[in-house]
């Protein structure tokens, strides 16, 4: 089946959809009946031997009519639109629910930086449980960037000197397990040389990835500023920040070791020339 939008997985990316659809529907049908309007006019007053143009004012009844009437249909879609987005921007973009997990989301040229509670660090993966509130801090360390996750329909503008804190919801983690597994059926489903030359990357039991993309021209690298959102279940996302956690300890324990290695080679060179120095004078 044709699918128009990416697949639609947090709390408010049904809302943003519903606007999407309204407003492309309204303006399809202003536009096709202002073009049928057209082209009726063209042809219905088209130059015809013996009939003189005449000038109208548009003043009559009749005339007033047939501006009034489309004016005040296109006030409504303005009211319909104006009140809708009203409504979903605030939702979206106004409202800030209590966070269960915080995020920052650093960006520069050309890569994002997530960093998690407990310094968790990682380039151009971001790591998050299904069905929670996430909050993203959003920075960028030069220029103008834009965080776009499409299947949350989230997309906030990334300022330098600026913190701007965006928040998203996923849905169910089976109902995201599915989706993404239906896109998998899909593209297994396209022709041979209708499929990438890469391999898609596969999610474990317990997650399952989707594009991320930087949505502001940023500089000549800004089409290669993609990363990966990884939706993680509860259980998933425990057990891959646990990890994490264990590396970096893995990380600080070796440095430590290193430093205590280093440290008594510090203490011998001083002694060895003392002897050294003994070895002179006798
Ligand atoms: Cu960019």
Redesign the pocket.
Known sequence: MWETLPKSLSTFSGDIDHLFWGVTYLMGFSYVVSMLVIIYLLLAFRRKEGVKAQYIAGESGKQLMLIYIPLALFVCFDMYIDTTTAEVWHKAKMELPAADVKVRAVAQQ?AWTFVQEGNIETINELHVPAGQTVHVAMESSDTL??LSIPIFRFKQDVIPGRIITGWFKSKSFAEIKAAKQSMIDRYNNRPADDKFARELPTDDAESASFDIQ??????VG?GI?AARIVVHSEKGYAAWKASEKAMIDEMQDDSADAEEEAAPAEEAAPAEETHGAHGTEG
Do not use: Q, V
């Open positions: 050309w960037h834009s930087c949505a502001e021209m940023c500089g800004h500023m």
